[in-house]
């Protein structure tokens, strides 16, 4: 997993490649939080994402939590597929913005 | 550590040029002054000396002239005496002149006056000197004081006369014929030469020292000697001296430092008579011996520092560095978890003791370590058996059949099911998948498990949705770790074969009917439980005939890889079940061929998730 910020604070956007598994999900957040702490909105680029594991459900269940309790929006943008069945399949979709 | 200790290394070198340098500079300094003071010394005794001799011979030869004319003008006062006619008769007068070889000669009476005069026809006329008062003139007046003193004898010295101001001599004797004076005349232009010869002028360009230096003659203010032609005859003031170094230059004798027209001098000084001698050289050629060296010194050191720096440098680099460098590598290494790592560094017994040490401490912490991970196997066991111990014992039931398998991929996993008779008529069964693994993930399973259980069994007449949606919200109070579990849970009617379900995030179940056919059990996506709170589920039904059975599984099934990480899929899945084997392996096989399909898909790849299943069979 990789990641790029592509736009800095306070209108958020992180591009990700690769997996957001057990290992890189955890990984990913505490290397965002000083950004994600400024930041007033996020957009998580998925574009380059094929796998999500519940480790990586929960990242995003942290950061729409996150967001919504400041006020703030957070978005998937690019989702593919196999990640848009995961998400459909555990009802995420319903709670989270998609782009 | 490498470039601090090459900057202290080139600090230390460079503090220890410097000190060499100073030393050097300073000792060859004062050198250079000391050597110029003497020679200067010895070129001012040398100069003095030559002006006592000049100052000697000058004065032996006015003392000759002085005497002889003293002797002349006393033979020519007793010739009057002898031959009175001599003092009376004009050409008697000139032929004397001429015999004493005098350019004047005159008869002086008693009166002061001249009463005759023999002169040089080239000088002058005689006649013209007849009745001149030697009163009215200064140069003659002391002549007067001879006039009636007997033995009187006068030479004065020789005196610029007339236009040419050339030399001219007087001499004057008492009168032994009458009461006067005689007196001669000389143009001495001889010792024009020989005063011309003891000048200090001449005497200043044989006194040069070095090649800039020479001794300048001073009598008062004014420089009367000089070797360099533009300074001779001026003023101390004028080539640049100031007042205070001119009056010290004028009393007892000392060096001094000072610009002669521009130029950096340095000299000693002295008093010789009336005159003050300065012996000057130029600095620069004063230190000119000091700057070559310096700058010898400054090449040959600079060489040497970097010659010294270099070996040095490479000497720590190699002796010190290389294996620091070597033991930091191997630290890395065992920072980064290869806890087999051995420092091998023993090129100097330190580096030896340090290598041991570090290898030592390496192996107390593996040694902890392990120790530590036993004692946590040991509690991951213990829990194991806890989360084992909770999962339900299959029933023995003429109604249904159930089978049941859970796979950790860690020693406790996140994946759960459960069943249980919730009155005589009805049976709820559920799989379960926690997100996250370990003792956190098992923890809040059992949490979970028993939520539902709980809720389900204590109201059997609420629709299932309306259950889950509490069970929901009690598990999401206090869920700061973010966690969530998936569910699918069912209660079927065992007297209809009316099931409902509600499914929480999890994967579909697969329904495979009595004649073997299997398809997606159709579910409504609910949100997970824990996520969020206040969520709504949907609850959904489907009527199982006799001989209907239902296949729960959790994603490891799914999305177990193989070793080119490519998942098992939800198509491999359905395939399985609606294909040949499932259609004639019987019900209690079913979970051990979808097991083994999974095992050969994965083809030795690690399993990575829990794997668990569930398959209720329905018999009516």
Redesign the interface.
Known sequence: MTYEITSPPPDLTVTVQGRLD?LTSPKLESELEPSIAQAKNLVLDVTGVD?L???G??LL??LQ?RFKREGGSFKLRGIQPGVMEIL????????LSVE | MRRSFQLWLFVSVALAFAALFYLTYYLQTKEAFGSAEAMIELRMDDAKKQIAINENNLKAVLDICNASMANDVKTVAYILSCAPAFATNAYKLEELRRVMGYDEVHIINRHALIENSAIDPVLGNAENYIGFNLKLHAQSEPFVHGIGKQDFVLVQPPLPRGMDRKLFQYGGASRLDDEGIVQLGISVSFLEKAMENNSLATLSPGLRIGVGGEILIVRGEKIVGAARVDLEGRTLTSVGLDPELISKLHQGEGSFSAEIDGVDFFGLYVQSGDLTLLGVMPTYEVTRKRNSIAIQLVISALVLMLVVFLSVSKLVQVIVIDGIDRINASLGRITAGHLDEKVTENRSKEFEELSGGINTTVEALKGAIAAEKTRLNSELEFARAVQISALPQIHDDPRFEIFASMEAAKEVGGDFYDFFIVDESHLAFLIADVSGKGIPAAMFMMNAKAQLKSNILNNPQKPLDEVIYEVNNSICEGNDACMFVTVFVGVLDLRSGLMNYVNAGHNAPIIRRANGDASWLPVENGFVIGGMDSVDYIQESVTLSPGDGILLYTDGVTEAMNRQLALYGDDRLISLMDGPIMRSAPTDCILGELKSDVSAFADGAPQSDDITMLFLHYLG
């Open positions: 057990t796998y594991s519940s480790a459900l929960r269940l942290t939590k459909r399949m555990t009802g995420f979709l319903k709670i």
